[in-house]
């Protein structure tokens, strides 16, 4: 990011939503230009285990990355469906697994389509693509055109996965990072990284940075080994940090926040 375009963002950041604080700790220098970011269903009910789209939650995460979008990164988001529909809940009581996985996609659609909303409310312009075809509501995904959409300035919002079942949206996340050159890999979460253990148990060490070996090796758990594997194989860094506001940017700009995971 040129200086120019870092001091109108620190203008931006007193007047707007972001948290004046991100100023003290980022660099003024774009590490990351095109990125993926994997968000959890959770993250749009505003509350672990909730059900739904709280409004006052998915505004305040369109804002997030509104501001992130105003530094000139290219944005391509990818959004679970859990807080709607979770395809392993619904096989863990006897249903057909293809067909509830094809359910949580439909609920991965509904939260895009509502991220989309909120998104053209902060005036970004944003394009939903799915896996399965809708026409009538999103574009199919063309991976050549999701990159013609980013370079435009658009954000670009994967819905309905892999378009497969068996496969998670961490693992959807995974794959358009590679299908479209993205620089990382983002996995916004509720703490503040990844932990040698489960963080809720007392003595849980946090880890500032994890190889993909080990990550795989300790089953540590905050995305999905297939995921993973497929990022290590093609040399895609990741990050894992706390969805907090401000983090989103820190992380783009060079802070050193939350989980490193790289070779």
């Known amino acids: ?18 948290d004046r604080s991100v100023v003290a700790d980022v660099s003024p220098s774009l590490q990351y230009h095109r990125v993926i970011i994997k968000l959890s269903g959770e993250a749009l009910c505003g509350a672990p285990g909730g059900y739904g789209i709280d409004t006052t939650t998915l505004q305040a995460t369109a804002r997030e990355l509104a501001d992130v979008h105003a530094t000139g990164v ?11 529909f979770r395809g392993l809940a619904g096989a ?61 300035g658009h954000i670009v919002v994967f819905a309905a996965g892999t378009g497969n079942p068996y496969f998670s949206t961490d693992t ?5 990072a590679m299908e479209i050159r993205a620089d990382a890999l983002f996995k916004a979460t509720k703490v503040e990284g990844i932990y040698d253990r489960d963080p809720a148990n007392e003595g849980a060490m946090f880890l500032d940075r994890v190889s993909y070996d080990r990550f795989l090796a300790d089953h540590l758990g905050v995305m999905d080994s297939t995921a993973v594997t497929l990022c290590r194989e093609n040399r ?16 783009c700009l060079g802070a050193s926040v939350g989980t490193t995971v790289t070779a």
């Open 1 to 18: 990011m040129r200086a120019s375009d870092a001091r109108r963002w620190l203008r931006r950041s007193a007047l707007g939503s972001t």
């Open 74 to 84: 290219q944005i391509g988001v990818v959004v679970g469906g859990g807080n709607i």
């Open 92 to 152: 863990s009581v006897g249903m057909d697994r293809a067909q509830s996985d094809y359910m949580g996609m439909l609920a991965t659609i509904i939260n895009s389509l509502a991220l989309q909303d909120a998104l053209e409310r902060c005036s970004v312009p944003t394009r939903v693509m799915t896996a399965i075809e809708i026409r009538q509501v999103a574009e199919p995904y063309i991976r050549r055109r999701a990159m013609r959409h980013l370079e435009q």
């Open 172 to 176: 959807a996340a995974a794959l358009r």
């Open 236 to 251: 895609m860094p990741i990050r894992v940090f706390k969805m907090a506001p401000g983090n989103i940017l820190r992380v």
